[in-house]
Nanobody, 126 residues
Framework: QVQLVESGGGLVQAGGSLRLSCAAS????????MGWFRQAPGKEREFVGG????????DYADSVKGRFTLSRDNARNTVYLQMNSLKSEDTAAYYC???????????????????WGQGTQVTVSS
């Protein structure tokens, strides 16, 4: 079983930056690809980015490419989402997700993730 706890959300002005963290429990973290998703009110949950188990591969939604960066520290069981040049359309609840033990490759659909955090709110004011 994996438990995920996100932190780092908040209110920021357009053009600003935030760094989200996702701390995972359990010993399976290092063998699991991780993903970040977001969901705005009235919209479906959408893929933001993913990172492979080793951390050597990343993938991003077109809407955040060049602005968001994923990284992970397997020694600390933590994955990070650095968000720069934030826009009002980035406002959403952000969720960290883990695919699970030995699911090492990135998956862009929520269906590919077995464990989810509770979410952290990001609000970008224009």
């Amino acid at each position: 079983q994996v438990q995920l706890v996100e932190s780092g959300g908040g209110l920021v002005q357009a053009g600003g930056s935030l760094r989200l963290s996702c701390a995972a429990s359990g010993r399976t973290f290092s063998s699991s690809a991780m993903g970040w998703f977001r969901q705005a009110p009235g919209k479906e949950r959408e893929f933001v980015g993913g990172i492979s188990a080793s951390g050597t591969s990343t993938d991003y939604a077109d809407s955040v490419k060049g602005r968001f960066t994923l990284s992970r520290d397997n020694a600390r069981n933590t994955v990070y989402l650095q968000m720069n040049s934030l826009k009002s359309e980035d406002t959403a609840a952000y969720y960290c997700a883990a695919r699970g033990q030995n699911y090492r490759r990135i998956y862009t659909s929520p269906d590919g993730y077995n464990y989810w955090g509770q979410g952290t709110q990001v609000t970008v004011s224009s």
